[in-house]
């Protein structure tokens, strides 16, 4: 589920932006002035950033340069300013889009779905260099061709995907995907593992990590 903090000192538009995201599935927290923003930021993983530009104590420029500089994480600018001069200072400054008070629900879900895509954070769709995976239909492509994965399989690699980069425990992945404890002798986890590697053509990036268990590595 992505996490969306809206930085906005008008209540009516905050509430408004917070119940329709939230009725699309996001999950919204809100600050009324920059500096709320910038100390929830610093304590919270945040998907997107909707900001607004005129703020009480930092305004959103100065967030945005202070966001730029803790992560990547990707922001959209809410603003009543309509000039051309200020979108193109906003894009400059490294916002990744920009819409203008008042706009329509359908057109800020619209910008919201195109900016999390464009990081890959969308809901249904992961991209990992040539392999597409769809959590929705839950299938699987190798440059644009699909791939057949087992429910298992699958479950096996939405898990190495979520935790990408960090080792897992062989325990730890038996227990995710089959719902029961490892036993000792099963090798049912490590052939799944071998197919796969196989399947994905990911010998590489699926790493045995010695005495502990697998690693996606992207
Ligand atoms: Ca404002």
Not at 97 to 121: G, Q
Not at 159 to 170: E, P
Request: aromatic share 8%.
């Amino acid at each position: 589920m992505n996490k969306i903090l809206i930085v906005e000192d008008e209540l009516a538009i905050s509430e408004l932006m917070k119940m329709a995201l939230e009725e699309q599935g996001y999950k919204c927290e809100v600050a009324d002035d920059g500096e709320k923003g910038a100390n929830l930021i610093e304590k919270n993983q945040y998907d997107l950033i909707l900001l607004d530009i005129m703020l009480p104590k930092i305004d959103g420029y100065e967030l945005l340069e202070y966001i730029k500089q803790i992560s990547e994480i990707p922001t959209i600018f809410i603003t009543a300013k309509s000039q051309t001069k200020d979108k193109i200072k906003g894009l400059k400054d490294g916002a990744d889009d920009y819409i203008t008070k008042p706009f329509e629900t359908e057109e800020l879900l619209a910008r919201i779905e195109a900016v999390l895509r464009r990081y890959n954070k969308g809901t249904e769709i992961q991209k990992i260099d040539n392999i597409e995976i769809n959590v929705v239909s839950r299938t699987v492509k190798k440059d644009g061709k699909e791939v057949l994965l087992t429910p298992k399989e699958f479950d096996l690699l939405q898990i190495l995907i979520q935790n990408k980069n960090f080792a897992l425990y062989k325990e730890t992945l038996y227990e995710k995907v089959w719902g029961e404890e490892l036993e000792f002798e099963t090798r049912t986890l490590d052939l799944h593992i071998q197919r796969l590697r196989k399947k994905l053509d990911w010998k590489d990036k699926i790493k045995t990590i010695y005495k502990i268990g697998y690693m996606l590595e992207v």
